[in-house]
């Protein structure tokens, strides 16, 4: 484990070294220069979304770049939405019930648009109409998941009965 040196100039300029090399990393992690410091702590992992920007004062700050991250968002985005990623994607979701709370959260949101839209409308009818939806809508889509469930139940019992 230790190194033989052959004299002791050799020794002397290794130690030498090594005190330089704790001088840099001390540095480094003195925060000295904020993004320097981080991405040496997340192995460069922040370096893309972090940027250093100078104020009129000559400080340095550091800043999100929100140009990068939007721009990783919808790099992501595309590649999760290929259509062979989409056709996979709804085959496993069939299975674990990822289509059916997606699909939930679609209809409360299509649902929930057109309530406030309708609130906001001038006209007292489509403003008792949104109201409506507001109330009635939860009670309705409840019912409704419920008559569906009711209805999977009975078909699944009937061809259990018919296989037996």
Known sequence: MATDYTNLDE??????????????????LTFKSKKESLSAMTNGLTDKFLKETED????????????????????????????????????????????????????????????????????????????ALIYVAPYALRFLRKKLDEYQRNKTASSLEKLI
């Open 56 to 131: 009129e004062d000559g400080e340095k700050s550091l800043a999100l770049d929100t140009q990068n991250i939007m721009r990783e968002i919808s790099f992501g985005l595309k590649e999760t939405a290929s259509k062979r990623n989409v056709m996979g994607l709804a085959n496993d979701t069939v299975q674990s019930g990822l289509l059916e709370t997606t699909l939930k959260m679609g209809t409360v949101a299509l649902v929930g648009n057109f309530a406030k839209k309708s609130v906001m409308n001038k006209s007292w009818k489509r403003k008792l109409v949104g109201l």
């Open 11 to 28: 020794l002397r300029s290794q130690k030498r070294l090594l005190k330089q090399e704790i001088v840099d990393l001390e540095d480094i």
